[in-house]
Nanobody
């Protein structure tokens, strides 16, 4: 069974930094794009950043210059380095990956259960 498991969420003060990690586990043929979304209380889920297998990245405008997404393909892991955090970055952060599990006939999108980031003084 394929799983995406996030870690790294925490309480941090404004201006602080956090690094989130997400590892895909299970029987996997291949992993294509990976990314992070977030959902703040009372708001819709929104894209934070995405990265292709080859390392091409894309960011939501409000995260550019503050967040960095990168991955370690050998470890099936994607990271999100978050700097200069603001109170409005408070949200549950979800990892997603387009991957082909050995039990599936085609690639599918998988989601983690989320990790909570709280930015507060």
């Amino acid at each position: 069974q394929v799983q995406l498991v996030e870690s790294g969420g925490d309480l941090v003060q404004p201006g602080g930094s956090l690094r989130l990690s997400c590892t895909a586990s299970g029987s996997i043929f291949s992993i294509n794009a990976m990314g992070w979304y977030r959902q703040a209380p009372g708001k819709q889920r929104e894209l934070v950043a995405a990265i292709s297998f080859s390392g091409i990245t894309n960011y939501a405008d409000s995260m550019k210059g503050r967040f960095t997404i990168y991955r370690d393909n050998a470890k099936n892991t994607v990271y999100l380095q978050m700097n200069s955090l603001k109170t409005e970055d408070t949200a549950v952060y979800y990892c997603t990956a387009g991957l082909w599990a050995t039990c599936e006939l085609a690639p599918m999108d998988y989601w983690g259960k989320g990790t909570l980031v709280t930015v507060s003084s």
